[in-house]
DNA sequence: GCTTGACCCTGACGCGACGTCAGGCTGTGC
DNA sequence: GCACAGCCTGACGTCGCGTCAGGGTCAAGC
């Protein structure tokens, strides 16, 4: 094969595979006698590690080094690679999980601190989120697929989800005064439709998630002083009814 | 605050904020007598949309034409990063999938083409990969995130993983000859130690990942190709076994 | 056999997003 | 009053290519 050939395969310019070999880092196993560059199939293997690991964020330097590393066979390729892949994975997901932190946030028009805001783009510790993930949204890998539903969204819209959230938060502080129990049918069904409207109109949000949301609010002192502002009580209350109608929605 | 603290903060270098402000991308909205770069918590947020939109690639000059727009309030923002992070979510784990299906491969010694080991890299649609992947691998979500303790295999192990992956193949081609059917419980528990022996060794695999593989070695000819090299009919009668495992422990 | 047009070659310069000194001013603790 | 950390502004270096420039190659069609 020669350069065009292998560039259109790979999705890369043929300035690229020139860089490349002046580099030393995928020299063409052949030439032909006028002087092209000829690929062979081994050299294809190496160019799709060198793509997955630039993708992956190292320098080309290092790739090299890992590549010529003779120690390193193809499995231990697969494997580093599928760990990398799984690394990013869990930050994007856990910069998903901050984006929408700052959705309902914003929402009930609550600030959150600079630290917080910024806290996704620290040296990224994957073993101390992953626990950290795992309390705080349950499976939060089943609700992560589903939400791609939530583009284009315009500005008019939110208005009118910020009525009907009303509408939801006034019907909660009304049961709260009327003494309703929180764990009772209706303070479950109001839970309810809590979550089909944030389902409806914010993002996808599976009962887990929910219950996720519902904890928030009383660990959360910005959260809980949003509802608190409501009506005394009514942080613990939501969260108590949310919660109990995720364990229904489970059970 | 001055340049280090949020330098601090956000974990850029001082010169990169020196450089935004050079651009006119992030200047700081004031000066000390002495001339320190002062920032107010505006430019914090500000900061802070830079830093997402640079994550997610775009070029800085274009970062500053989408948070100069007049029309796009701080909620367009977080939709239009919310969207790109699914996007990319959504990428990674098509490029997770390619790999486990390599390092699938591999334990059959089966090569791919090369097509499809740079499809990953390919112009990347979204909506096209989605209904394959939820044909492919069913709830893809569940099965991701728990695949993290696959990392650190050393070499040896592969070897006692390849067999142990033969014993529990030829016991499949000697259920099939004795005429066990594919879907009895003899072959159903097969198929289960295949799934916690691939579960251990290679990646966690619950049971609607291990159906999606067995779907593939019927549908992929290199993978039905080395089941019938071990005994014909021996692709279709693993599969069946697999899939209806899945569905006995999904019941 | 000759042209045409697509594709290949090797320099060489340009660019984006900073890293990295150099040389000098500022502000605080002792 | 002085040491030392932290701030300033140039200015040059680097990495991973993009983008010409100037010239050779090759299969197709006339």
Redesign the interface.
Known sequence: MHVGEVAA???VTVRTLHHYDRIGLLSPSGRTASGYRQYA?AD??RL?RV??YR?LGFPLEEVATLLDDPDA????H??R???L??D???R??A??AA??K??EA?TMGIDLT??E??EL???WL?EEY?AEAEQRWG????W??S??R??G?T?DD?LRIKAEGDDVERRFAEALRSGVPADSPQAMDLAEEHRRSIQRNF?DCPPAMHAGLGRMYVEDERFTAYYERVAPGLAQYVSTAVQANAARQAG
Do not use: C, I, N
């Open positions: 395969l790979a999705g199939p294809l293997e799709h793509l997955l993708e066979d193809p499995a231990e697969l494997r690679q599928h760990r892949l799984l990013r994975l869990e994007t997901r910069m998903v984006v929408e700052e959705m914003r600079p630290e805001k910024f783009f620290g040296d994957p992953e499976d939060s890998e089943a992560a697929q939400q791609r939530t583009r969204y500005k939110w993002y």
